[in-house]
T-cell receptor, first 115, second 111 residues
Framework: GAGVSQSPSNKVTEKGKDVELRCDPI?????LYWYRQSLGQGLEFLIY????????KSGLPSDRFSAERTGGSVSTLTIQRTQQEDSAVYLC?????????????FGEGSWLTVV | GDSVTQMEGPVTLSEEAFLTINCTYT??????LFWYVQYPGEGLQLLLK?????DKGSNKGFEATYRKETTSFHLEKGSVQVSDSAVYFC??????????FGTGTRLTVIP
């Protein structure tokens, strides 16, 4: 597609359930990023991929969070045993490469609400 | 470590007023600098960028100049419109990985 596509756009889940969030980057973009934006907060870096590998996982908040990317394209962010504090907008972004200066394009986000 | 400090909001201006949103940064090396905008109900969009010192990024009447001597990248617009109401994020990118974002400044322009 023309832009970064994320699904679902909205997800309401019960505390303790697992959720999967999907990101389809712009075709040809090798770098893929996940961020989290909590209500009234700035953007929090979670993880980035260069190709299928994740050189930097330092932003994942806990071991309940994991992400993978296959075929250098689609990525999935998985949150296990969700907690209410996981409620946020999860933003995916992609760029041609991870080199500084490349424009990073964002998807519209997946709004997660844990009840 | 690398970081961005952005002017606290919210900012409320009348239409046609002059806008400045301050942004300063701390970084090792030579980062690229960005302003992103998030309109109500929409995703983040790149507004403008500058990749080296003294570069000026501009778009939609907004401008920002990469000032290495003051480590700043302030966003300016000479005459704001109601449609500029949004949240503005300053960001920097260093080396091979990710963007470091400021906390965002909410701008409301009233007619």
């Amino acid at each position: 597609g023309a832009g970064v596509s994320q699904s679902p756009s909205n997800k309401v889940t019960e505390k303790g359930k697992d959720v999967e969030l999907r990101c389809d980057p712009i075709s040809g973009h090798t770098a893929l990023y996940w961020y989290r934006q909590s209500l009234g907060q700035g953007l929090e870096f979670l993880i980035y991929f260069q190709g299928n590998s994740a050189p930097d996982k330092s932003g994942l908040p806990s071991d309940r969070f994991s992400a993978e990317r296959t075929g250098g394209s689609v990525s999935t962010l998985t949150i296990q045993r969700t907690q209410q504090e996981d409620s946020a907008v999860y933003l995916c972004a992609s760029s041609l490469s991870s080199l500084s200066g490349n424009t990073i394009y964002f998807g519209e986000g997946s709004w997660l609400t844990v009840v | 470590g690398d970081s961005v400090t952005q002017m606290e909001g919210p900012v409320t201006l009348s239409e046609e007023a002059f806008l400045t949103i301050n942004c300063t940064y701390t970084a090792t090396g030579y980062p690229s600098l960005f302003w992103y905008v998030q309109y109500p109900g929409e995703g983040l969009q790149l507004l403008l960028k500058a990749t080296k010192a003294d570069d000026k990024g501009s778009n939609k009447g907004f401008e920002a100049t990469y000032r290495k001597e003051t480590t700043s990248f302030h966003l300016e617009k000479g005459s704001v419109q109601v449609s500029d109401s949004a949240v503005y994020f300053c960001a920097l990118q260093t080396g091979a990985n990710n963007l470091f974002f400021g906390t965002g400044t909410r701008l409301t322009v009233i007619p």
